[in-house]
């Protein structure tokens, strides 16, 4: 069964209610089943729920893809840069 754009934009809406709960695993579920629809969809929300579980790493091959995708809203100086994923890998406060 396809999943019509609405339906993913509804996933995707429940995948952020779930994160905004502290629900990251569930949250984590939720975004790779749109993804995997939609490779296109918010990587950006995922790479949001992997860095607040504690996966910076796999966080930043998210971030880097919503500049693939996006690149016009990385084009502004208040956007974060890779160096700011990398400095939160040495932040314990940050891990959950």
């Not at 490779?39 to 860095?51: F, G, Q, R």
């Amino acid at each position: 069964m396809e999943l019509s754009p609405q339906d993913l934009k509804f996933q995707s809406e429940y995948a952020l209610s779930v994160y905004s709960s502290g629900d990251l695993q569930g949250a984590y579920l939720a975004m790779r089943a749109v993804l995997r629809k939609d490779d296109e969809a918010m990587p950006l929300t995922l790479a949001n729920i992997l860095k607040s579980a504690g996966d910076p790493e796999q966080a930043l091959h998210y971030v880097r893809r919503a500049r693939e995708i996006h690149p016009e809203a990385f084009a502004e100086k208040s956007a974060v840069p890779d160096s700011a994923v990398e400095a939160a890998k040495g932040c314990s406060a940050c891990a959950r």
